[in-house]
């Protein structure tokens, strides 16, 4: 495997594509390291699927420059595409064929032999669990078994560059892990994997850098981490025995702490940001200060738990900045070691579906409808 | 209380196929073997890379794809049987004794012309199949593969000819059963549908573009039948043109159809070296040199 010598698997200059006179992709800016997981996240219509069918050579850019493993999208497209695949955001697989017909097409157009592409089809639909289906056409796969034959296309000769256009969308949590594996198993073999998705968990799990775009342009950029510590260092979950004393605890953590103090439907849940001062003394600290104060004052916190800012907290807070909406539900999400019975209010609470998605692991699932159930 | 994954509305619509049957009736199938991490990395270690295919293995390729097709819906061949045979059915006994005096007499004239009329009203579901396969995404695959990029549409062309040769064979077959007797024989009905085929192949480009061009199916069909209807039935292929005033006369000669049902008509009476043919073979020409590269830079820039 050849990586150009800047190490960039893709490198965009002003990317832009214009449909009539909505400006879909507004001048991106990207560097995606070779061998790595990048993520880009956004809401819907952000751009995402038309900045990545650029990239795959599947639309011209209107404006600006685009380089897969140093070659241009626009001047050596054939270069480009015998590197890279793509799993789009719909199926890109026949429906009328059989799954396995499907992979013996893809495995003959890519130059293999009959045999090779037997046994390579035969393979895979093995490894992907779909061997009971081989012979069955496309149209009868499920949502999550077209996802599978769809990844298993994409990868039938191993790409350098892999795009995956929302790839776990519609799918059940366990079919959701199961597609994480198979990007983490794609990475493991060197491949470059540039991820779209609205599951800010999703992206957070995966991806090593993150891009967040809305309305075509590229508005952070980092690592979980640094996206995560630019909205602050992080929140604080406190549960009090008594309901009554909720805005005496409420008015007293904002003045200890400084930041707005959310409560959510719960009567005894209370949840406050803790702003990074950008020192060594953390979060911590001021949660400790904040939870002696409040001991202090005579408020009993049956619980309380520390929480790392989620990336649901940044998705909201860059994508909504301008819309300036104060959603209650972005603070209740975050991904704090807190008992199973405050994430589910927390997760109840929430009216956006990107804060419900983050409740989605196998585990979390089944702690919440445990608690349903109770 | 229940928050779990949000159910994507377009994956319920992609999930319609799963109505019909099948899926249903395997209940083996309704929970999903576990993707095994072993067995990924294993089939993740594919670097056999062999030299891409050249543009005609690649075209036979996909005109594997399209005889595929046609293994696993059947029915699309409807058109290009139970059509023809009700056309040549209803004009006959509708048009025979009124034209020619007698269906046998008819028979022997309306045969080549209900032949040419099937087999050209045919070529539009290369537009219309064309499109469909373009809304449902899976040209996206191909159109990321380093191959030679018509070899798509030259692959499906070449199914379509599988298809032509089949309804052309369903009519010849129902018109000697009705007593269609032609003097050329069996090299002169072989000679006829050759030149047949070959001015289809080259029609069919004609919808490849507007395939392209089109937003959807409908519009395919509709834009072909506004030309298709008038282009067959304004021509030879049911009454000699002596007949008719001569504004349309002057029209029904320079329709290509004319020339092609002529030069079918001759070949099939065993009359091979006509200008009709040579027209016939230079117009297809024609429509290739034109009607080939415009539908290819509409599916480059797509
Ligand atoms: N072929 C097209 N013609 C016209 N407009 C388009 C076309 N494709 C996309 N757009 C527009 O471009 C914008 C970006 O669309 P895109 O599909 O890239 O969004 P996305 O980020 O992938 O969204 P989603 O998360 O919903 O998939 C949208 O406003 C969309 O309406
Ligand atoms: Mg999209």
Excluded: C
């Excluded at chain 2, 809304?135 to 298809?163: N, S």
């Amino acid at each position: 495997m050849t990586i150009d010598p800047t190490g960039l698997a893709i490198e965009t200059h002003g990317l832009v594509k214009v449909f009539g006179t909505n400006r879909a992709v507004d001048g991106i800016d990207l560097r995606v390291p070779a061998g790595t997981v990048y993520g880009v996240l956004g809401p819907n219509g952000a751009g995402k699927t038309t900045a990545v069918k650029m990239l795959a050579t599947l639309l011209r850019p209107d404006g600006g420059e685009a380089y897969v493993f140093g070659k241009s999208v626009l001047r050596d497209a054939d270069a480009v595409r015998s590197r890279v695949s793509l799993t789009g955001q719909y199926a890109s697989v026949d429906e009328d064929l059989t799954g396995t017909e499907n992979l013996v097409l893809l495995g003959r157009l890519l130059g293999h032999t009959k045999s090779f592409a037997r046994s390579r089809a035969g393979e895979l639909m093995a490894a992907f669990g779909l061997d009971k289906a081989a012979a069955r056409q496309v149209k009868t796969y499920s949502g999550g078994m077209r996802r599978r034959i769809d990844i298993a296309a994409s990868i039938l000769n191993t790409p350098d560059l892999l795009f995956l256009d929302e790839p776990t969308t519609g799918l059940d949590p366990r079919s959701r892990n199961q597609v994480w594996d198979i990007v983490r198993a794609v990475v493991a073999q060197g491949t470059t994997v540039l991820l779209t998705t609205q599951y800010l968990e999703e992206a957070d799990r995966l991806a090593s850098r993150i891009a967040v775009i809305d309305h075509g342009k590229v508005i952070a950029e980092g690592t979980p981490g640094e996206l995560k510590s630019s909205v602050g260092a992080g929140s604080i979950h406190i549960r009090l025995r008594d309901a009554a004393q909720r805005p005496d605890a409420e008015r007293l953590l904002g003045k200890v702490l400084g930041s707005a103090v959310q409560t959510g439907t719960d009567p005894v849940a209370l949840t406050a940001a803790i702003p990074g001062h950008g020192t060594d003394l953390g979060a911590a600290e001021d949660a400790a200060r904040a939870l002696g104060e409040l001991a202090r004052a005579g408020i009993v916190v049956d619980d309380f738990s520390l929480g790392q800012p989620s990336l649901d907290e940044v998705f909201m807070a860059l994508t909504e900045s301008s819309a300036s909406s104060t959603s209650a539900g972005s603070a209740e999400s975050a991904e704090s070691a807190g008992s199973s019975a405050e994430l589910a209010a927390g997760s109840a609470a929430s009216a956006s579906p990107a804060a419900s998605e983050a409740a989605s692991t196998d585990e979390q699932h089944d702690a919440i409808s445990k608690e349903s159930a109770a | 209380m229940t928050t779990v994954a949000t159910q994507d509305p377009k994956d319920l619509e992609k999930g319609r196929g799963e109505r019909n049957g099948k899926a249903a009736a395997d209940p083996g199938s309704e929970v999903l073997a576990p993707v095994v991490a072993e067995d990924l990395a294993a089939v993740f270690v594919s670097h056999h890379r062999p030299p891409k295919p050249g543009p005609l293995s690649a075209s036979l390729t996909f005109g594997w794809r399209a005889m595929l097709k046609i293994k696993h819906v059947p029915e699309q061949l409807f058109d290009v049987t139970a059509f023809p045979i009700m056309m040549t059915l209803m004009f006959t006994y509708l048009f025979g004794g009124a034209i020619a005096g007698s269906t046998d007499a008819y028979v022997q004239f309306v045969i080549p012309g209900i032949l040419v009329q099937s087999i050209v009203m045919i070529t539009m579901y290369t537009g219309v199949s064309l499109n469909n396969d373009i809304e449902r995404g899976v040209f996206d695959r191909f159109r990321t593969l380093p191959i030679w990029r018509p070899a798509a549409l030259v692959g499906m062309i070449l199914g379509d000819l599988l298809r032509y040769v089949l309804a052309s064979t369903v009519i010849i077959t129902v018109g000697l059963i009705l007593g269609f007797r032609p003097d050329g024989g069996v090299p002169g009905v072989l000679a006829g549908v050759a030149l047949l085929v070959v001015f289809s192949f080259a029609f069919s480009w004609v919808w490849t573009m507007f395939g392209l061009l089109l937003r959807s199916e409908k519009s395919v069909m509709g834009v072909s039948m506004m030309v298709l209807f008038p282009l067959t039935f304004l021509s030879n292929v049911f009454v000699d043109p002596k007949t008719m005033p001569g504004w349309l006369q002057a029209f029904v000669d320079v329709n290509p159809i004319t020339h092609l049902v002529s030069a079918v008509r001759d070949l099939m009476d065993g009359d091979f070296a006509t200008t009709e043919t040579v027209w016939v073979l230079v117009f297809s020409a024609a429509l290739v040199a034109v009607f080939v590269p415009l539908p290819l830079r509409l599916y480059n820039r797509k």
